[in-house]
């Protein structure tokens, strides 16, 4: 069964502090994602990975950075939490290959920036 | 500029009755197609899929039509249950230049089953 786990569910940080957020697949894909989402503007792609140690900016990287050290997790990273960052973060992952585009989320870790 | 478009943000529809959930989209690249479901404080769960060469698939209660001349697509829910209450994204992707298959999301349309 698919699976696609996140560190916290729930997050509470202060402005400023580096707020780290884990995902973690075990279905051996190759790719995976982070998202953010916010209402009336749908899931917005931040970073993605298509291999180990690589990345490649999505459409909102500004604030953001992120980790792929191992093929199963993918962390997102902010470096100095902002107010602006309040929001549902998805990560998810996929395999490669054509018509092979379905990906699988986690359960979202709501993070809140004071 | 929105190239994956759900022009209805939310839709309210009666038990037993069926649901159209509809999508369009710009890039004639596009040649996969995916709706998600999402409640709320939960990820989005993948639910069907179409790819260009088909115009229809269907799985039990879910159906999925493409049309390509019109760069339109719909769910349809039949029948629906309150269950099926959520926010349903649209979503498209092309193997096409380099994209690596990355999914492009609609903003979504939040569906309402009324007992």
């Known amino acids: 069964d698919v699976k696609v786990t996140q560190s916290s569910r729930y997050l509470v940080k202060r402005t400023g502090e580096k707020v780290f957020l884990e995902c973690v697949q075990d279905m051996d894909h190759e790719n995976m994602f982070w998202y953010r989402q916010d209402p009336g503007l749908g899931l917005r792609l931040i970073y993605f990975?298509?291999?180990?140690?690589?990345?490649e900016k999505g459409d909102i990287p500004e604030g953001y950075s992120v980790s792929r050290e191992k093929k199963e997790r993918f962390s997102l990273i902010l470096e100095s939490a902002s107010t602006n960052q309040t929001s549902m973060y998805l990560c998810?992952?996929?395999?490669?290959?054509?018509?092979?585009?379905?990906?699988?989320f986690g359960p979202g870790t709501r993070l809140t920036v004071l | 500029d929105q190239q994956v478009k759900q022009n209805s943000p939310s839709l309210s529809v009666q038990e037993g009755r069926i649901s159209i959930l509809n999508c369009d989209y710009t890039?004639?690249?596009?040649?996969?197609f995916l709706w998600y479901k999402k409640y709320p404080a939960e990820g989005p769960t993948f639910l069907i899929s179409?790819?260009?060469?088909?115009d229809k698939n269907e799985d039990g209660r879910f159906t999925v039509f493409l049309n390509k001349s019109a760069k339109h697509l719909s769910l349809h829910i039949v029948p629906s249950q309150p269950g099926d209450s959520a926010v349903y994204f649209c979503?498209?992707?092309?193997?096409?230049?380099?994209?690596?298959?990355?999914?492009?999301f609609g903003k979504g349309t939040k569906l309402s089953v009324k007992p």
């Open positions: 979503a498209a992707s092309t193997n096409y230049g380099g994209s690596q298959g990355n999914l492009i």
């Open positions: 990975s298509y291999d180990v140690k690589m990345k």
């Open positions: 890039n004639s690249m596009f040649d996969y």
């Open positions: 179409i790819s260009s060469i088909k």
């Open positions: 998810a992952s996929s395999l490669t290959g054509i018509f092979e585009n379905t990906q699988y």
